[in-house]
T-cell receptor, first 115, second 113 residues
Framework: GAGVSQSPSNKVTEKGKDVELRCDPISGHTALYWYRQRLGQGLEFLIYFQGNSAPDKSGLPSDRFSAERTGESVSTLTIQRTQQEDSAVYLC?????????????FGEGSRLTVL | GENVEQHPSTLSVQEGDSAVIKCTYSDSASNYFPWYKQELGKRPQLIIDIRSNVGEKKDQRIAVTLNKTAKHFSLHITETQPEDSAVYFCAASMPNQGGKLIFGQGTELSVKP
């Protein structure tokens, strides 16, 4: 694929519903990140997958948030029992495995609106 | 925990002037410092990066400086143009955490023609 692909691009849901966001990283990229960006705010780290290592979940804001990754490909971010404060753009990014360096390629993001 | 502080949050300059954005980081093991530019409604994109074994790197009108002792690094944009208007994010890697990247809060740069 040409770049990082995310779906859906926009999601409107009602408070209390579960949502699932999908990320297809660039082929061959072993590192995959999820970030959250609230309106006008910075990039808040959520979770990081690196190859077969255990994911770094230290940024997940609550146990309503979880993420999985199938091997070195697709990742899904799941938010259960959504709240209005979950409204944000969720950005996925991937990069080749390098020791602490290398360009991070971002997807276009999934804009989540919780009513 | 790890932290990256970025200042200022907003910056307005006249076209042709220089702009400087500063960041500090907390993890002394950090060894990679990229800068990303995010235009309105678009994804962040890498514009320049620096590794800890150099103190300065330049690419045309943009340059980045690094002071490892003080744990701060800066982005310098010279001869600013209206198309430089965007949000700029600094980041620092956490090599002891698999190279995880932590971003600063962002600086909204406005270049007035």
């Amino acid at each position: 694929g040409a770049g990082v692909s995310q779906s859906p691009s926009n999601k409107v849901t009602e408070k209390g519903k579960d949502v699932e966001l999908r990320c297809d990283p660039i082929s061959g990229h072993t590192a995959l990140y999820w970030y959250r960006q609230r309106l006008g705010q910075g990039l808040e780290f959520l979770i990081y997958f690196q190859g077969n290592s255990a994911p770094d979940k230290s940024g997940l804001p609550s146990d309503r948030f979880s993420a999985e990754r199938t091997g070195e490909s697709v990742s899904t971010l799941t938010i259960q029992r959504t709240q209005q404060e979950d409204s944000a753009v969720y950005l996925c990014a991937s990069r080749e495995r390098r020791e602490g360096s290398g360009e991070l390629f971002f997807g276009e993001g999934s804009r989540l609106t919780v009513l | 925990g790890e932290n990256v502080e970025q200042h200022p949050s907003t910056l307005s300059v006249q076209e042709g002037d220089s702009a400087v954005i500063k960041c500090t980081y907390s993890d002394s093991a950090s060894n990679y410092f990229p800068w990303y530019k995010q235009e309105l409604g678009k994804r962040p994109q890498l514009i320049i990066d620096i590794r800890s074994n150099v103190g300065e790197k330049k690419d045309q009108r943009i340059a980045v400086t690094l002071n490892k002792t003080a744990k701060h690094f800066s982005l310098h944009i010279t001869e600013t143009q209206p198309e430089d208007s965007a949000v700029y994010f600094c980041a620092a890697s956490m090599p002891n955490q698999g190279g995880k990247l932590i971003f600063g809060q962002g600086t909204e740069l406005s270049v007035k023609p």
